[in-house]
C-alpha cells in the first residue's frame, strides 16, 4: 500500500521556522485532499491544515492560521507546510496524510498515513 512520506523536522528556536515536505510520489491523484495533522505527548491529533488536489481548497486550524501556510508543487507531488513564528506549543509529531474525500469531508480511517516527522520548538 502506497504511503506518504515526510520529512524536514527537526529542533528551532521558538520565533524559528521550518518547512515540512509530505512526498506523495506514489500516488496518482486525480481527487482528494492532502492532511498535515501533528499530535503532542498526552493530546489529541489535531489536523493543522488540509489542500485539495484539484479543487485548490486550503483549510487551516486556528492555532496556526497566519503562520503556516500549505502549498504543493505543481506535478502534485510533494505538498509542503511551511511553518513560520514557531512556539514551543507547535512541538509534536507531525503527519500527512492521503485523504480519498475534499477537505471538508475527511475520513481518517480510510487515509493513507505517514511515518511522521517529529519537531520540537525550544530553546
Known amino acids: 500500500q502506497a504511503q506518504p512520506v515526510e520529512s524536514g523536522g527537526g529542533l528551532v528556536q521558538p520565533g524559528g521556522s521550518l518547512r515540512l515536505s509530505c512526498d506523495i510520489s506514489?500516488?496518482?491523484?486525480?481527487?482528494?485532499?492532502i492532511g498535515w495533522f501533528r499530535q503532542a505527548p498526552g493530546k489529541e491529533r489535531e489536523r493543522v491544515s488540509c489542500?485539495?488536489?484539484?479543487?485548490?481548497?486550503?483549510v487551516y486550524a486556528d492555532s496556526v492560521k497566519g503562520r503556516f501556510t500549505i502549498s504543493k508543487d505543481d506535478a502534485d507531488k510533494t505538498v509542503f507546510l511551511q511553518m513560520t513564528h514557531l512556539n514551543p506549543e507547535d512541538t509534536a509529531v507531525y503527519y500527512c496524510?492521503?485523504?480519498?474525500?475534499?477537505?471538508?469531508?475527511?475520513?481518517?480511517?480510510?487515509?493513507?498515513w505517514g511515518q511522521g516527522t517529529q519537531v520540537t520548538v525550544s530553546s
Open positions: 506514489g500516488f496518482t491523484l486525480h481527487y482528494g485532499a
Open positions: 489542500i485539495g488536489v484539484k479543487d485548490g481548497l486550503i
Open positions: 496524510a492521503v485523504h480519498w474525500t475534499s477537505c471538508y469531508h475527511v475520513n481518517t480511517d480510510l487515509s493513507n
